[in-house]
C-alpha cells in the first residue's frame, strides 16, 4: 500500500510535520514570553504596593508635623503675650527660654516637614513610574496573548489543512489499488 505513493506525496507528507514543528517553538516562545512578562508585572505591582503604602506613611507624617507645628505656633504666640505683660525680671527670663525654646523646636519642624514633602514628592513620582510600567507590562502582555491566539489559529487551519490533504492522498492511494 506505501509503496504506490510517488515522490511528491512523500515530500509533502515529510514536510507536513516540519511546519507543525517549525510553529510549536513560536507558541512555546510567546507562552514563555507571557510568563516572563506576568512575573515581572507581578515584581512591578508588589513594589507599587510597598511604595504607595510608604506614600501613605509620609502623608500621615506630614500631617502630624502640621499638627505639631500649630501645637507649636500657638504655645509660643502664648509665651510673647506672657512675656509682654510680665514685670517680674526672674519669670521674664524664664519666659524668653521658653520662647527661644519654642522658636528652635519650630524651626526644628518646619526642616522636618520641608523634607517629608520632598520625600513625599520623590514618592509620587516613584509611584507613577511603577504604575507606568505595570500598565506598559499588561500592554505586552495582551499583545502576546493576541499574538498566541492568531498563532494557535494558523496552527489549527494549517493542521485542518494538513489532515485533508492527508486524507485526500490517503483516498487517492486506495483508489489507485
Known amino acids: 500500500m506505501e509503496q504506490n505513493i510517488n515522490p511528491l506525496e512523500e515530500e509533502k507528507q515529510s514536510s507536513e510535520p516540519e511546519s ?33 503604602k510608604a506614600q501613605a506613611k509620609t502623608k500621615k507624617e506630614i500631617t502630624q508635623l502640621k499638627s505639631a507645628i500649630t501645637k507649636e505656633q500657638n504655645k509660643l504666640k502664648k509665651t510673647e503675650q506672657s512675656l509682654a505683660s510680665e514685670k517680674s525680671q526672674p519669670k521674664k527670663q524664664e519666659l524668653q527660654s521658653s520662647q527661644q525654646a519654642s522658636q528652635e523646636k519650630l524651626t526644628e519642624l518646619q526642616q522636618q516637614l520641608q523634607e517629608k514633602q520632598e520625600q513625599l514628592n520623590q514618592q509620587n513620582q516613584q509611584t507613577q513610574q511603577s504604575s507606568q510600567e505595570v500598565q506598559e507590562l499588561t500592554k505586552q502582555i495582551e499583545q502576546i496573548q493576541t499574538q498566541a491566539s492568531q498563532a494557535e489559529k494558523e496552527l489549527q487551519k494549517e493542521t485542518e489543512q494538513a489532515q485533508a490533504e492527508a486524507s485526500q492522498v490517503q483516498q487517492e492511494i486506495l483508489q489507485q489499488q
Not at 507571557?34 to 504607595?52: C, I, M, V
Open 20 to 52: 507543525e514543528d517549525e510553529e510549536a517553538p513560536s507558541t512555546q516562545l510567546l507562552e514563555q514570553q507571557e510568563k516572563e512578562l506576568r512575573q515581572q508585572r507581578a515584581s512591578a505591582k508588589a513594589q507599587l504596593t510597598h511604595q504607595t
